[in-house]
């Protein structure tokens, strides 16, 4: 209990401490940057005519796009920013260790994400309306842009640990190698985060025309398995990243990461 009473104080008190109008900025203008990009497709020219085109449109945006920019910027230096600020032996020392800084890190850094993302997801809808079924897509995207952030945060929590100083640089790095892995027809890209996403958002949308076109390359797996797969992926990715940083010494002045 007292790691969990530690996790929820490190989270409220790293929540606390985004509030601020710069933070406001930041996410209003990642949440603002899809419904630009819709705006001026659909009054510059653009055309999406078939009926899964918006929601496509919707899934690359959010789930895919301001989902991993949030997380990079919130989540994957929450190590390096304790470490160079000089605070971390402050904090690792504290009885509850490093699981609790960790964890609520984690969960600041994925709120403020989604957050983002279903204000992004708002404001979309609103330029894309009216859409086929908009309460369905609504749901799912929101849905997707949850297990998004739980799964790449996870990931991009163990690079920022591993990677101190250039962990933004290899978690971009990675994000374009799985982009190319999921367009490979081998069962590879079943290890990618963007393969499941892909899988739920057809499955979850019930388009069983794209399925039949195109199941091989957005994925056949049940939802079932998806949304388990994508759960087991962040718990494995987070008990990595715990372990990992529970041994590791991590001084600024030697690090040769």
């Not at 020219?45 to 078939?50: A, S, Y």
């Not at 032996?89 to 800084?101: C, D, M, N, Q």
């Amino acid at each position: 209990m007292s790691i969990l009473r530690a996790t929820a104080a490190v989270f409220a008190f790293e929540c606390r401490r985004a509030l601020g109008w710069r933070r406001g900025l930041l996410v209003l203008g990642l949440a603002s940057f899809p419904a630009l990009i819709l705006w001026l497709i659909r009054h510059e020219g653009g055309q999406l005519d078939r009926q899964e085109a918006w929601p496509l449109a919707l899934f690359v945006l959010i789930p895919e796009l301001v989902c991993l920019l949030g997380l990079l910027l919130w989540v994957t230096p929450m190590v390096q920013t304790e470490v160079e600020g000089k605070t971390w032996p402050h904090l690792a020392v504290r009885p509850a260790g490093k699981l609790p800084i960790l964890l609520g890190k984690y969960a600041a850094g994925v709120f403020w994400t989604v957050l983002t993302a279903w204000l992004a997801l708002a404001l979309g809808m609103w330029v894309a309306w009216p859409l086929d079924d908009g309460p369905r897509v609504a749901k799912v995207l929101a849905g997707l842009a949850a297990l998004s952030s739980l799964a790449y945060g996870a990931l991009f929590s163990l690079f920022g640990i591993v990677f101190l100083r250039r962990g933004m640089i290899l978690a971009v790095g990675y994000t374009l190698v799985e982009f190319l892995v999921r367009l490979i027809p081998a069962i590879v890209r079943q290890l990618t985060v963007q393969y499941h996403l892909q899988s739920l958002l057809v499955a979850w949308m019930q388009w069983d025309e794209v399925n039949r076109r195109m199941g091989p390359f957005f994925g056949t797996t049940t939802p079932a398995e998806s949304v388990a797969t994508l759960l087991g992926y962040t718990l494995f990715l987070l008990g990595v990243s715990a372990a990992i940083l529970r041994r590791r010494q991590l001084v600024m002045a030697v690090e040769t990461v």
